[in-house]
């Protein structure tokens, strides 16, 4: 069964800082990996996603990840943080499980931003 | 843009009464998914359909809860009787089964709490 590890539950960076956030995940082959954002009190929105090919993708807001199997890692990164994407992220896992896709989230990394 | 359509956004409900989640998936998408999100936690899958058909309902408590997609397109998610320790996020989500494309798209959640 596969599995996801925030290992950050909490991070604090100032308007214009970088920023990564930590993803490493658990399969036994290559999975599908996503990260969501989700702000308070709304659903879960789609960052972007890896499948396959190249190892850096680009998403939605600026975000990026890399892929690095030898890690078993999907970090994401910005170079520029802005007020705005002050939320919560979680990474998931997508994996064949019988005939069907499950998809596993960790437990999320909440990012508060500071002027 | 198509959408996840959940309702009602907000449910308050006393202990022991009945409880139920309506949502719609984006049109096309055979992949349906319950999630249980608990404040400050990630989402934790409780069903999962193929078209009708259960596939995972492995975290669901099977002795209250109950779930259905009767002709493969909306779904219902029932409590009764509800517990307090029910009040969550239920966060209803889809995704296209075919080659390619197992990202999940979410809806806006029903928040309940139990009184």
């Known amino acids: 069964a596969q599995s996801v590890t925030q290992p950050d539950i909490h991070i604090t960076v100032s308007e214009g800082a970088s920023l990564e956030l930590r993803c490493n995940y658990s399969?036994?082959?290559?999975?599908?990996l996503f990260w969501y954002v989700q702000s308070p009190g709304q659903g879960l929105q789609l960052l972007l996603k890896y499948f396959s090919g190249d190892t850096l993708v680009q998403g939605i807001k600026g975000f990026e990840a890399e892929f690095k199997r030898s890690q078993s890692s999907f970090n994401l990164r910005k170079p520029s943080v802005h007020w705005s994407d002050a939320a919560e992220y979680f990474c998931?896992?997508?994996?064949?499980?019988?005939?069907?896709?499950?998809?596993?989230f960790g437990t999320g990394t909440k990012l508060q931003v500071i002027p | 843009e198509a959408e996840v359509a959940q309702s009602p956004r907000y449910k308050i409900t006393e202990k022991s009464q009945a409880v139920a989640f309506w949502c719609d998936p984006i049109?096309?998408?055979?992949?349906l998914y319950w999630y249980r999100q608990i404040l400050g936690q990630g989402p934790e899958l409780l069903v999962q359909f193929q078209d009708e058909s259960v596939v995972d309902d492995s975290q669901l408590p099977k002795d209250r809860f109950s779930a259905e997609r009767l002709k493969g397109v909306d779904s219902t998610l029932k409590i009764q009787p509800a517990e307090l320790g029910d009040s969550a996020m239920y966060l209803c989500a889809s995704s296209f089964s075919g080659q390619g494309s197992p990202e999940a798209f979410f809806g806006q959640g029903t928040r309940l709490t139990v009184v």
């Open positions: 998931a896992v997508g994996a064949d499980s019988g005939g069907y896709q499950k998809v596993t």
């Open positions: 399969y036994g082959a290559t999975p599908y």
């Open positions: 049109s096309g998408h055979a992949t």
